[in-house]
């Protein structure tokens, strides 16, 4: 055993190690806001995203993978956010972007 | 006009059951004319833990396809007078829940009933959804664990959104929150999330605090709800449970580490105000 390991080892005795009551806590906050926010989202979205690619797959040659959908909440508006990568027609990657804004 | 509480948490074995068969015998003791009913479909367990299993004969299902009148159904239990509980049917067919057969049996036991205690089973299925859809009061079981807190977490979203009083837009069921399985020595090591992390994260009304205790176990074995051993902590701390839910105020017991005399003989800390 090299000097370094057992050096660690001593260190890593006096350490005191973090209580995991704290790291639960941290986890489950961050994990609650975020399921929080997608909770208030419309059902519809995941339909509407699945037409959204059909139309699109209709004209241009996608990957299906490559499509993300967002909805972003400010307020009083709501921003539908739908990013495509449209596979190149010079061997070149171009990003298009659609952007529709819906007010509540 | 009778109050419905449903008591769920999402999650399984965090002590729904124990805490409606509690709760019930509580507000019976009380004086309230009372019904627990069991919403787990297929898998019935209210009657053990009241231990009245060997006296069903017809269950909540009978009732809602009109095999068997509501009082045909109803058992009387052993402990408490002025105490009825429905047993859940130990049929497989899902569908065997309807929401308008479950409205009929709670406007008809509403009439002669003063509270009706819906003990959800666990999971986010048909029967946990019709358990809290006719609620007035919410009982959040929750264990000071992460996958219990978020699942209550989730469980409260629906309360908000998939409720008849949700839905009519009428004032929101009012929420409360059950921490079980407390070990306040393991809150002090720094192992288990304390009443306070979890009051911060969930953010509803605490009503009360069960320590973890042998009592419980020693209960369901008996077939005697908790509350009735008088003598445990476990017991005390469902009766002021329900003397919160019923408006007193009381300060939450068995939350500090037991010390023994000795080592409070010789410490010289200023015990600290809770």
């Known amino acids: 055993m090299s000097i370094q390991t057992q050096f660690s080892k001593i260190l890593h005795y006096f350490q005191r190690p973090q209580k995991t009551a704290k790291v639960a806590k941290e986890r489950l906050q961050i994990i609650i806001a975020h399921e929080r926010v997608t909770r208030d989202k419309p059902d519809y979205l995941s339909a509407m995203q699945k037409d959204l690619i059909e139309v699109i797959a209709k004209y241009v040659d996608i990957n299906r993978e490559d499509v993300k959908i967002e909805l972003e909440r400010q307020d009083g508006c709501s921003i539908l956010e739908l990013n495509v990568t449209l596979p190149n027609f010079l061997d070149k990657k171009e990003n298009s972007k659609v952007e529709a804004a819906t007010e509540f | 006009m009778a109050q419905i509480i449903v008591v769920t948490s999402g999650k399984g074995g965090v002590g729904k059951t124990t805490t409606s068969a509690s709760i019930a015998v509580g507000l019976a003791e009380r004086g309230f004319k ?172 605490l009503l009360g605090v069960i320590p973890e205790s042998q009592a419980v176990l020693r209960a369901s074995n008996a077939g005697d709800p908790v509350i009735l051993d008088r003598e445990s902590d476990a017991g005390q701390a469902y009766a002021d449970a329900v003397s919160r839910f019923l408006g007193q105020d009381l300060p939450y017991r068995f939350i500090e580490e037991k010390t023994h005399w000795l080592k409070r003989l010789f410490s010289f800390k200023e015990k600290e105000a809770v």
């Open chain 2, 34 to 205: 009372t019904v627990v009913i069991d919403f787990d479909i297929g898998l019935r367990n209210l009657d053990l833990i009241m231990g009245c299993e060997r006296r069903v004969v017809y269950d909540f299902v009978n009732v809602i396809r009109g095999e068997a009148s509501l009082n045909q159904a109803l058992i009387r239990d052993k402990h408490v007078s002025e105490l009825y509980i429905l047993p859940a049917s130990q049929t497989r067919d899902k569908d065997a829940l309807t929401t308008e057969g479950v409205a009929v049996v709670l406007e008809e036991l509403r009439k002669t009933f003063d509270y009706i205690v819906c003990d959800s089973p666990a999971g986010i299925e048909r029967g946990a959804q019709l358990a809290m859809y006719f609620a007035d009061h919410a009982i959040v079981v929750t264990n000071p664990e992460v996958s219990s807190v978020r699942d209550s977490d989730r469980m409260l979203g629906l309360l908000s959104s998939k409720t008849k009083r949700a839905e009519e837009s009428r004032e929101p069921i009012t929420e409360h929150l059950l921490l079980t399985r407390y070990s306040p020595k393991r809150v002090t090591k720094g192992d288990m999330l304390s009443i306070s992390d979890v009051n911060e994260i969930l953010a509803i009304p």
